[in-house]
């Protein structure tokens, strides 16, 4: 006998790096607000595209 796939799918976090999966989308988004939103730390708005270039690995004019 084979066993069974399941072909349920995960709810796969992709916040920026974390690449976590969760059997249900409830356990996503809590793990989603306790890990990532609540633990942000604020920002100004001028920083926010220099923040974005950081992530993307980007500089100012596209050169590293």
């Known amino acids: 006998n084979m ?18 999966s969760f059997e249900t989308t409830d356990k996503l988004v809590m793990h989603v607000l306790e ?3 609540w633990k942000a730390k604020p920002m100004k708005r001028k920083d926010v595209p220099l923040e974005r270039r950081a992530m993307d690995g980007t500089s100012f004019q596209g050169k590293l």
């Open 3 to 20: 066993p069974k796939i399941s072909t349920s799918s995960l709810a796969v976090c992709k916040w920026a790096w974390c690449k976590e």
């Open 35 to 37: 890990e990532h939103v």
